[in-house]
C-alpha cells in the first residue's frame, strides 16, 4: 500500500524511464467489457487502483463491489478518454474503503466520461470521493455517497461537468461539493444520513451491510421515472440496492 506515484527505472546514465501502472484489477483499452457480479479487493496501481478504463475503452459494471483498492487517482475506477464518450456506466455498485491519494477516491474521470446509477461511494479516502478534471462529463444519479474522509464531489477544473440526480451526498468535511455547485435541494438530492443496516468506518467492509434500514430517506427518494423502480414496483430506492436490478 505504499507504493510510489510512479515507479522509476534509469536505463542510463543519460536516460531515465518513468513506468505507470494502470488497472490493479483490470485495464480496459480500445474495446468494449461488460462485467456482472465482480468484486475488486485490495489492487493497487499508479491510476486505476480496481479498474481503469482507457481512451478507446468502455466498462459497463453491474453488480460490482470495489473494496480496499488504492491508487494514485482512481482508488476504486479511474477513466481517461473522448469527453464525447462515456467510458465507465456503473450500475447497482458498492465502492467502500478505496484511497486515490492525488485525486477520486471511488472514481476518477480525466477528460473522459461516467455514469453512475444506483451506486453506493462510501468511506473512501482522497482528495474527493468522485474527482473530474479536463473536460470530463460525469452523471450521478439515484446514487449514496457518503462518509467519505476528504470530500465527496470536486471538480478539478472549470471544464468538467457534473450533473448529480436524485442522489445523497452526505458527512464529509466541510466542503462536500468542492467547486460545485451543491446540488441539495434541487433535482431530488438530499444531505441526509442514508442510515444503512450497518456501517462502521473501521476498515473492514465484512462488518458492513449498505442495504437501507427501515426508516432510511433514502427510500423511494430516486427517480421517481418507472424505469427506474425496484424490484417490488415501488418508487427507486437511492443506493446499490435500488432500482430494476437491485436485488443483487
Do not use: K
Amino acid at each position: 500500500n505504499e507504493l510510489p506515484e510512479y515507479s522509476y527505472v534509469e536505463l542510463s546514465d543519460t536516460e531515465d524511464l518513468y513506468v505507470y501502472s494502470f488497472g490493479g484489477g483490470i485495464y480496459v483499452a480500445d474495446g468494449n467489457v461488460d462485467g456482472a457480479d465482480v468484486t475488486y479487493s485490495f489492487n493497487a496501481a499508479d491510476a486505476g487502483g480496481g479498474s481503469y478504463i482507457d481512451l478507446g475503452g468502455i466498462y459497463t459494471a453491474n453488480w460490482h463491489n470495489w473494496d480496499g483498492n488504492w491508487a494514485a487517482a482512481g482508488g476504486g475506477v479511474g477513466s481517461v478518454g473522448d469527453w464525447s464518450a462515456t467510458n465507465a456506466v456503473m450500475v447497482n455498485n458498492v465502492s467502500v474503503d478505496g484511497d486515490g491519494v492525488q485525486g477520486g477516491s471511488a472514481l476518477d474521470v480525466a477528460d473522459g466520461g461516467a455514469s453512475a446509477t444506483n451506486v453506493s461511494m462510501v468511506g473512501n479516502e482522497g482528495l474527493a470521493a468522485v474527482y473530474l478534471t479536463g473536460a470530463s462529463t460525469t452523471t450521478l444519479l439515484n446514487s449514496i455517497v457518503s462518509d467519505n474522509r476528504d470530500g465527496s464531489l470536486y471538480d478539478g477544473e472549470t471544464t468538467a461537468a457534473l450533473t448529480v440526480q436524485y442522489s445523497t451526498a452526505y458527512n464529509g468535511p466541510g466542503d462536500l461539493f468542492g467547486s460545485f455547485t451543491d446540488p441539495t435541494g434541487v433535482d431530488g438530492n438530499l444531505d441526509s444520513d442514508p442510515a444503512f443496516v450497518a456501517w462502521s468506518a473501521d476498515g473492514d467492509s465484512s462488518n458492513d451491510d449498505f442495504a437501507l434500514a427501515a426508516g432510511s430517506p433514502a427510500i423511494d427518494a430516486g427517480s421517481p421515472a418507472s424505469a427506474y423502480n425496484d424490484v417490488d414496483g415501488s418508487v427507486n430506492d437511492q443506493g446499490a440496492f435500488g432500482g430494476p436490478n437491485g436485488a443483487w
